[in-house]
């Protein structure tokens, strides 16, 4: 905490908390602004298919993925038809 700024600091440190603030970028917005961007996010790269090994639950009102222990036991059968 500055009291008496003698030295000037006060404005100084101003300057470079206002130049941080302008080159921070929020990389969760800018995903979700950027189409491109949202294909990393993806299960498997050359497939829209979600991977069924990987089980979801819900807490606190959103969701997360289940540990080894919350998993349901899932049978996968292939449709070759």
């Keep these: 905490m500055i009291i008496d700024d003698k ?3 006060n ?3 101003e300057e470079r908390m206002a130049r941080l603030r302008e080159a ?3 990389e969760w917005t800018e995903t979700v602004n950027t189409p491109s ?3 990393r996010f ?4 050359n497939s829209d ?3 069924p090994n990987v089980q ?3 807490e606190r009102e ?3 993925p289940a540990t080894p222990y919350e998993r349901i036991p899932v049978t996968l059968v292939e449709d070759n038809a």
Aim: hydrophobic fraction near 45%; glycine fraction near 4%.
């Design 7 to 9: 030295l000037g600091l």
């Design 11 to 13: 404005a100084h440190l």
């Design 24 to 26: 921070v970028v929020c």
């Design 37 to 39: 961007a949202q294909t």
């Design 42 to 45: 993806k299960h498997f790269i």
């Design 49 to 51: 298919k979600r991977d």
């Design 56 to 58: 979801m639950v819900p």
């Design 62 to 64: 959103q969701h997360r």
